[in-house]
């Protein structure tokens, strides 16, 4: 196997940041049409103190202005202060909530590929068999399960009443578990589907036919020819898994009281915190632009044909 | 169950603590106070948007700040307004001059002399157009306070000056008897100028931290904790030597940490829980009903709301009794008067339609007709509320009521801030709405006064009642005060712009071993009168 | 093979459940005397009896027929996004796969912004801007989930582009159409009916966790997912608020994977 070229490498990296550009200027704009302003909850604003705010967020520039003011703070990295926690910057914001939401991410997406990967390269193997129908079976009512209803239906069992874990926050690493648990679950499902489709699929192929008539082992067969071909599809799902792994861990963070980012996006959007929800798609974005660049090169590591053909 | 916080956190641990088990029991002998060093973990509702006492704006930001700072007056142990930072007051015979005598030991917690110049520091801050402080109107009582605030005047022209370092002197517009209550409001607490002027508003930083009150910011990590260490310069001793605010936007997410021996006391959990709470876990089992009226208001802006018959006939169906104990079973108590019964000094007028049941619904859909709304022709009603289980609850139930005079109700909710953003622009046909208030009724009532501005969401307009309260705010002595305002009450009740349903209860859960905790209207519990039980009890 | 056994395995009784439930869906409301907006005053929250089958939500409406009416508007909006999002990602990621290239880069590229894009933010703004229109909200739902498709029917037909089978046609002459046509499409529709499968429990599932967030339905009218969500709330104190709803979405979603899992194997055995 062979490293993907360098002018792949360099393209891959261009476009990365070019759609997190795209995307924060769309961001921007849908966030800037939404009627209501983060002042709204505030009650009565005598007009001089009202002026006063707008002039501290520089909202009284035009759009135009505002966009660009933004774009340059960002290229120093500066996301602004936020409109809704006055004694924090974005940044400081994002900095405490990011181990939190980095941690359950990585957790959950290593309990899932590990689980799904297991079941589905194991029930693949034996199409049709006794296990492959139960462990579909099993794997279909995980997928039929809302992480909404196992997150609580986790905490009820595991910490209010056997009390082995704690039911909420992100003191240590004994908190983490609860929540990656119910993270995890529905992409374990998803993997495990994925993976037993395709490890069928390789099994069926011609090279195969040809590997096994050459005499190779089952367990060199597995690992050699039917794993990094039937991981392909799996790979390609990691881009949109982590997508909605972020939506999930909303739910797990409001669920198990977490200090994460986001529950900082739901708020913020709800409130319109402006700064602070483009802040978190800025950190969204650039994670899951670089996610797609790493499985663009794991795919072409795996699979040399494709970067050729480019 | 026994709080096991200590075990959860060093678990990874745990083989350590066996072997340290030893020296840890002959260190604890050898240091008899340790026990007071206990963290106590608290539950507050919610993350706070600023520390500062000048920009804040919700409820549980003032929890905090209670602990942190300390005003001219304060809390009891038992949520009583007694003094704090002032010692005595007197008032002059027209009710427009306080005088506070301040104590003469108030330091700040980096140990500077805290002095009546502090106060008319802090005050002129709050005014300030630059400190942009939402909540600046608390205090316009104060003379010129509403120019200074709108930057019409200079803040030194606003009605308060020192006289020496121990004597504060309040000049007022017009009598406001309600002072001392409306001081225990973060809006009117001291902010340390010296740090200020040094660091700007990297002041409310842990690092940077200053203030007067029992307890001082020790560590802010957002959305996790707020740790809060005791004030070694503070007035009294106090028993807690350090605690952790957590906060909780999910109530289920509190209840669940609290059953799981986490935190040692809660702000609420879920209404739905209450029966089973009063059954597993009575002992720990706090109500207490609060200061406060959730009303719907009709928004006289808009027809057919601006119809006297249709607000009678919608609010004669309300049924508030069957709403607090069939439909929230919170422990909210049914409200018949737009003042709470619990302001005591003040008897409010009965509602003149609460009578008769049997025929209430044919004299409603008979009042509708006259309006025009018929069988045939039906009224059709959208109502907001905020977004919550309790609140959808209280306007399902509503809109049930109505449906029996053959009204089509369409619910819509959002979040606070959008709610109230929407009511105050007037965008709405009928709403939920709600005041959480002090112990007086001109609170209350300003609140459908035409001169109080956008939070007289529905521009409920009448010339009487706003007669009625423009005499009564002349008046200094609050008995002849509430005599009109009896009288305004009455006419609003009879013109029903606002339909009230219910005044709050506070539901919370704390351990039994936690001492000194008393339940009260306003649901306050200031840290620095609290103790665990097995401390010795603060002389 | 549709052998007997395997009608009595799960497959049997996945079509069986679906069947079921798809006809309660249709005849159930009139099986009981209540309306989904009626409230009875005299049994609020209580649970299964013989005058509510389902016991009674939060106010006392009867909860068989609302859990049937939300079942109603659910699958209604799943079917309507799942059509939206097939139509525009089969042929947006065939093209992308089999041209390659520049095309491919382009479109792809477009695909990966609009991943990037929180399905939360898109619903939250969406609601804001449009209001809840329960219809066009959902269609939007599936003009988001087509990507899911177009990116897998991208990648399978970049893998089967150079593949000897489509070399072999390209050499006997046959045009691109036709290759898409007759040999990429049928080679990917297996996938493509996986993953039209998985987009129904998707969007069904996406709607839940936008009723979690409160910005699904309004009341009165319901969903499986604003049913749910009140379910969790009472789900100590009132059991049966969250067990009939969740029940019945989990079995329709089960059955649906299921199918979805048997057809592919049918697919390709052939």
New interface residues.
Partial sequence: MRLPPARYLLQRIIFAGVTVLVLVSVVFVLVRLTP?GP???????????E???RA?YHLDEPILQQYLRYLSSLLTGDLGPSF?????TVN??IA??LP?SATLGLLAMTFALISGVTIGTFAGLHPDSWTDRLLMALNNLNLATPTLITA?LL??LF??ML?WL?????????HFLLPAIALALPFSGAIARLCRGSVVDTLLADHLRTARAKGLGRTQLVMRHVLPLSLLPVLSYLGPASAALLTGSVVVE????M??IG??FV?GA???DYTLVMGVVVVYSAFIASLNLLVDLAYAWLDPRLVIAQ | ?PL?LVY??F??KRCCRYISVTLLIAWAFSLQASSTEETLYLGNSG?P????PH?Y?LRLEETLLNDLFMGLTTFSAQGQIVPGAATSWTVSEDGLTWTFNLRKDLRWSDGTPLTADDFVYSLRRLMN??T??????FMYMLDNA?AV???KLPETDLGVYSQGPHTLVMQLAAPYPFLPERLLYPTAFPVPQHIINKVG?AW??PEHWVSNGAYTLAH?????FIEMHSNPHFVDSVAIQRARY?????E???Y??Y????LHAIASF?A??L??VEKNNAASLRQSPLLSMMYLVFNTRRPPFDDVRVRTALASVVDQN?LAD??LRSGARAAKTFTPEMITAYQAPPMDHSHMPGDLIERAKRLLAEAGYDAKRPLRITLRHV?G?EE??VN??V??MW?QLGVQ?????G????H??DL?QGEFDVAWAGWIGESNAEHYLGLLASDV???NYGAYHSAEFDQLIQQARTHADVQSRNKLLQQAEAVALREAPVVPLYSLASRRLVNPRLGGWYDNPRDIHPLRYLHFATDQPRP | MLTSTRLFGSTGFALVSLALILMLCLVGPSLSSWQP?D?D?QS??TGPSAQHWFGTD??GRDLFVRTLEGARTSLFIALVATTVSVTIGVPWGAVAGFFGGRTDLIMMRIVDGLYGLPLILIVVLLVVLFG?NPYLLFTALGAFFWLDIARIVRGQTLALRQSLFIEAARSLGANTRQIIWRHILPNVAGVILIYATLTLPGVILAESFISFL?LGL???ATSWGVLIA?GI??M???PWQLLFPAGLLMLTLWSINTLGDRLRDRLNRR
Wanted: aromatic letters at 8%; a neutral charge; glycine letters at 8%.
């Fill in positions: 209501g002042f709204d909850g505030e009650r009565q604003l005598p007009e001089a103190v002026k006063n705010l501290a809704r926690s006055k004694d924090f400081e914001l405490a909530g939190t609580p905490v009820l910490a209010v009390s704690p039911a909420g926050g992100a003191d240590g690493w004994l409001q669920i198990f009281a200090p994460g529950r900082y708020e709800l409130n319109n | 169950m096991s959860r956190q678990s990874l993350e948007g600023t520390l500062d920009r704006n157009p630059q942009a402080a939402s909540l600046a109107y509403e605030n709108r930057g508003a409310t930083k802010w990590q957002p959305e996790a957590l906060p909780f936007a999910n289920q997410a509190a669940n940490r059953r799981n021996g986490e879920p739905n829980e029966a089973r069957l069939k439909v977004s289980n959808k609850r399902l139930a809109a049930g449906r109700t369409q619910l819509q909710h979040t606070m801030n959008a109230f953003a105050r501005g956008d939070v | 907006e409230i005053w609020i929250q939060l106010i809840r409160g309004q009341e009165p009140d709330y009472s100590e104190s009132a």
